[in-house]
């Protein structure tokens, strides 16, 4: 099973970017479609963005044109590159991976520890 490590969380103001990544432990990456989900506090996790092997993307409405996922196979890594923050954007943000993009997590067989987004106003 593969293995996810994110980073590049952390505290930012309204309006800011932060870039999170997300590593691959194990060969073939490429085969994999990867996303990335968020949890705030006292809610359900929800789906945000989401990249298939040929780098097809899909976004939910409430990031779309500020949040920018990406990846690199010769690095095993997935990016989520997020524009003009907003506090509503808070939450542990997790990596995921699967065979096929969805916007469901029960869809994803191996998941990230997360990596904490703070957005102040």
């Known amino acids: 099973q593969v293995q996810l490590v994110e980073s590049g969380g952390g505290l930012v103001q309204a309006g800011g970017s932060l870039r999170l990544s997300c590593a691959a432990s194990r060969p073939f990456f490429s085969i994999y479609a990867m996303a990335w989900f968020r949890q705030a506090p006292g809610k359900e996790r929800e789906f945000v963005a989401a990249?298939?092997?040929?780098?097809?993307?899909y976004y939910a409405d409430s990031v779309k044109g500020r949040f920018a996922i990406s990846r690199d196979n010769t690095k095993k890594t997935v990016y989520l590159q997020m524009n003009s923050l907003k506090p509503e954007d808070t939450a542990v943000y997790y990596c995921?991976?699967?065979?096929?993009?969805?916007?469901?997590?029960?869809?994803?067989?191996?998941w990230g520890q997360g990596t904490q987004v703070t957005v102040s106003s």
């Open positions: 990249i298939s092997r040929n780098s097809s993307t």
């Open positions: 995921a991976a699967t065979v096929s993009p969805s916007i469901r997590g029960t869809d994803y067989n191996a």
